[in-house]
C-alpha cells in the first residue's frame, strides 16, 4: 500500500475546505456531504448521519440518480436514519436545515408554498426510499464493532502510549470518511471496523503490544473476527484510501 501516511494530510485538509455550494453543483458527486452536514447540524450521533450515507448508497444501487432531486433523496435519508436508529428527526426541522444548506444564509422557511411543496417532497422520497430497501431499516453498524475492539485494544496498551496517541479518535475518523464511498456496501460491518483500525495504527506509526511475537503480523486481530484475511484488510484500507484521492472540490 502506497503513501499511507499522507491519508493524515488529505483528511486534514479536506476537513479545512469551505462549505461548498450545492447549488452550483451539478449531479450526486457531493450528496455524502450534505448528509454529513446536515446531519451535524440537526445534531445526530455519528452512527446516524453514517446509517444514513449507507441509505443513499443502497437507494442509488436500485435508483437511476437522474431521476430523483439528489437533496430531497439525501434529506430523506437522514429521516429514515432517525428510525432506524431511535433518533427521530421531525421533519420540519429536517425540512429547513436541508434548505439552510443549500441556501447559505438563509432563515427557516415561513408556513407557506416552498415550505410545503418540499415537505411533501420529502416525505414522499421517505417513502420511496422506504419501499426501495424493502422497510428493512437493519443497518449493520460498523461504529459498534469499532468500539468494541477499541475498548478491547486499549487494554493491550500501557496507558500512556494510549493516551498519547489518538487510535480511537482517527480510526473514528476514517470509519466516517468511508461511507462517502459506496465501496462501504461491499464489505462487512466488521471487517471495515478492523481496516479503519489497522490504518489508523499504520498511519499513526503504532504498533499493537507483541505482535512482533507472532507468525503472521495480521493475527492480532484474528481475536476479533476469525474470517478476515490479510489481503482483504489491506483491499478495504486502500478503498478507504481513495475516499481521500476521489473526492471532489467544492465549487
Given at each position: 500500500m502506497k503513501d499511507v501516511i499522507d491519508v493524515m494530510a488529505?483528511?486534514?485538509?479536506?476537513?479545512?475546505?469551505?462549505?461548498?455550494?450545492?447549488?452550483?453543483?451539478?449531479?450526486?458527486?457531493?450528496?455524502?456531504?450534505?448528509?454529513?452536514?446536515?446531519?451535524?447540524?440537526?445534531?445526530?450521533?455519528?452512527a446516524t448521519v453514517a446509517t444514513a450515507a449507507i441509505f443513499y448508497h443502497k437507494f442509488f444501487n436500485e435508483a437511476d440518480k437522474n431521476d430523483y432531486d439528489c437533496y430531497v433523496i439525501c434529506t430523506a435519508c437522514l429521516c429514515a436514519a432517525g428510525k432506524s436508529r431511535d433518533e427521530p428527526i421531525r421533519l420540519r426541522d429536517a425540512v429547513n436545515v436541508a434548505h439552510n444548506s443549500?441556501?447559505?444564509?438563509?432563515?427557516?422557511l415561513e408556513l407557506g408554498e416552498e415550505y410545503w411543496s418540499m415537505r411533501g417532497a420529502v416525505a414522499q422520497a421517505?417513502?420511496?426510499?422506504?419501499?426501495l430497501l424493502g422497510f428493512n431499516l437493519d443497518a449493520p453498524s460498523p461504529h459498534r464493532y469499532l468500539l468494541h475492539y477499541l475498548r478491547s485494544l486499549q487494554e493491550w496498551f500501557p496507558a500512556s502510549q494510549w493516551r498519547s496517541a489518538p487510535i480511537a479518535r482517527t480510526a473514528m475518523?476514517?470509519?466516517?470518511?468511508?461511507?462517502?464511498?459506496?465501496a462501504i456496501l461491499d464489505y462487512r460491518?466488521?471487517?471495515?471496523?478492523?481496516?479503519?483500525?489497522?490504518?489508523?495504527?499504520?498511519?499513526?506509526?503504532?504498533?499493537?503490544?507483541?505482535?512482533?511475537?507472532?507468525?503472521?503480523?495480521a493475527a492480532w486481530y484474528?481475536?476479533?473476527?476469525?474470517?478476515?484475511?490479510?489481503?482483504?484488510?489491506?483491499e478495504i484500507m486502500e478503498k478507504i484510501m481513495q475516499v481521500y484521492s476521489r473526492e471532489p472540490e467544492p465549487i
Amino acid at each position: 500500500m502506497k503513501d499511507v501516511i499522507d491519508v493524515m494530510a488529505l483528511q486534514s485538509s479536506r476537513r479545512e475546505r469551505r462549505l461548498p455550494d450545492y447549488r452550483s453543483i451539478s449531479g450526486h458527486s457531493m450528496a455524502t456531504n450534505f448528509i454529513f452536514e446536515c446531519g451535524i447540524k440537526l445534531g445526530l450521533q455519528p452512527a446516524t448521519v453514517a446509517t444514513a450515507a449507507i441509505f443513499y448508497h443502497k437507494f442509488f444501487n436500485e435508483a437511476d440518480k437522474n431521476d430523483y432531486d439528489c437533496y430531497v433523496i439525501c434529506t430523506a435519508c437522514l429521516c429514515a436514519a432517525g428510525k432506524s436508529r431511535d433518533e427521530p428527526i421531525r421533519l420540519r426541522d429536517a425540512v429547513n436545515v436541508a434548505h439552510n444548506s443549500i441556501n447559505r444564509g438563509a432563515g427557516p422557511l415561513e408556513l407557506g408554498e416552498e415550505y410545503w411543496s418540499m415537505r411533501g417532497a420529502v416525505a414522499q422520497a421517505e417513502l420511496l426510499v422506504l419501499r426501495l430497501l424493502g422497510f428493512n431499516l437493519d443497518a449493520p453498524s460498523p461504529h459498534r464493532y469499532l468500539l468494541h475492539y477499541l475498548r478491547s485494544l486499549q487494554e493491550w496498551f500501557p496507558a500512556s502510549q494510549w493516551r498519547s496517541a489518538p487510535i480511537a479518535r482517527t480510526a473514528m475518523a476514517f470509519l466516517q470518511d468511508f461511507h462517502h464511498s459506496p465501496a462501504i456496501l461491499d464489505y462487512r460491518a466488521p471487517h471495515v471496523a478492523v481496516a479503519c483500525l489497522t490504518l489508523a495504527l499504520h498511519v499513526l506509526g503504532v504498533s499493537v503490544p507483541l505482535a512482533s511475537t507472532l507468525d503472521d503480523d495480521a493475527a492480532w486481530y484474528s481475536v476479533f473476527t476469525k474470517d478476515l484475511q490479510k489481503e482483504k484488510n489491506w483491499e478495504i484500507m486502500e478503498k478507504i484510501m481513495q475516499v481521500y484521492s476521489r473526492e471532489p472540490e467544492p465549487i
